[in-house]
């Protein structure tokens, strides 16, 4: 499932290549230690001179972001009052770089992220430039024992699929790529907004994202020769897991609803995510097979969180 955009990838001298402006937005909530990590590589490892971070605190407390900035005085740091969560974080980073810094890219970053090549915010801009019609980027995610993560996707009827095969020299033309690392033109940003908040705190923000500008004449493209390691998933064990899968389950109502059609809709909402309720994968890079499910302990009470997940007063009763 290659894109149709094939040329070779030859990096420019970058005496010779422009260098545009780049916000790098990374939100925070209590990972501290993969944040440090984090940031101590994007300084260590980034070639690429031409860009400012900015970390936003999102745990309502402040503690974590003062003692960072204490210690990477290079970053620019917003302490939010409240929980905000992912969208509500990233959309306050966006909208505080373009006040301050007004970039031509704004790169949302997950703080359990890892940079681990030199030229990946070169090899990004290279490709970006080369055709105006391209609006959003995403790379190779890896698991740190380097194994594939997520290198984007395709909506295939009511699934929302992943790729996992594909060239590694190709750039692929997807219709969504993972929010760990996602790229984004700020001409994107002007025709099109911010995240949508209807998803907080977190899931689904990112794919939403990706198929509005493509429904807004964009291209979605992700370059598997980029790589960046993502520690996935230490946020969201954190929470309970009762709050978790009402957040699953509330979140793909909405965007199935918004971005699904007929009988593909009608599937992943009442007859996909009741299934979900009752089983679970055994292992996380398990493909959609019977044989690769197990019954849930809690597969009633989880029925009935699907149910709550159709009332916003009720769920958010919970998730509060």
């Excluded at 190709?170 to 790229?183: K, P, R, S, T, W």
């Excluded at 979605?220 to 993502?230: A, D, E, G, N, T």
């Excluded at 009988?263 to 055994?282: E, M, S, T």
């Excluded at 499910?293 to 709550?308: E, G, H, P, Q, S």
Aim: hydrophobic share 40%; with cysteine; proline share 2%.
């Amino acid at each position: 499932m290659e894109s149709l955009i094939n040329w070779d990838i030859g990096l420019e001298d970058n005496s010779k290549m422009k260098n545009p402006k780049i916000a790098i937005i990374i939100c925070t909530y209590n990972q501290e230690k993969l944040l440090e990590i984090c940031l101590k590589s994007l300084k260590e490892k980034t070639n690429y001179k031409n860009y400012k971070v900015y970390l936003i605190e999102d745990s309502g407390r402040g503690e974590i972001g003062k003692r960072i900035k204490r210690k990477f005085k290079w970053i620019d740091l917003t302490i939010n009052k409240k929980n905000l969560g992912f969208s509500g974080s990233n959309n306050v980073g966006i909208k505080k770089s373009i006040k301050e810094y007004n970039p031509d890219y704004v790169l949302l970053l997950n703080d359990d992220c890892e940079v681990i090549d030199n030229k990946w915010l070169n090899k990004i801009i290279e490709v970006g430039e080369k055709d105006k019609k391209i609006g959003v980027l995403g790379c190779k995610i890896i698991y740190p024992d380097g194994s594939l993560q997520n290198i984007g996707g395709k909506i295939e009827r009511w699934k929302i699929g992943s790729i996992d095969s594909f060239n590694e020299k190709n750039i692929l033309e997807v219709d969504h790529v993972m929010g760990a690392c996602i790229i984004i033109k700020k001409e994107v940003i002007k025709k099109i907004g911010l995240l949508d908040e209807v998803y907080s705190p977190y899931l689904l923000e990112d794919t939403d994202y990706c198929l509005r500008a493509k429904e807004a004449g964009f291209k979605i493209v992700s370059l598997p020769f980029v790589k960046i390691i993502h520690k996935k998933g230490k946020s969201i064990d954190s929470l309970e897991d009762k709050k978790r899968l009402l957040v699953r389950f509330k979140n793909d109502i909405i965007f199935s609803k918004r971005h699904l059609k007929g009988w593909n809709k009608f599937f992943r909402i009442f007859i996909y995510l009741p299934i979900v309720a009752v089983f679970k994968k055994k292992n996380d890079t398990d493909k959609l097979k019977l044989s690769k499910f197990a019954l849930r302990k809690k597969f009633l009470r989880n029925l009935y969180l699907w149910l709550i997940a159709f009332s916003p007063r009720k769920y958010n009763k919970i998730l509060k």
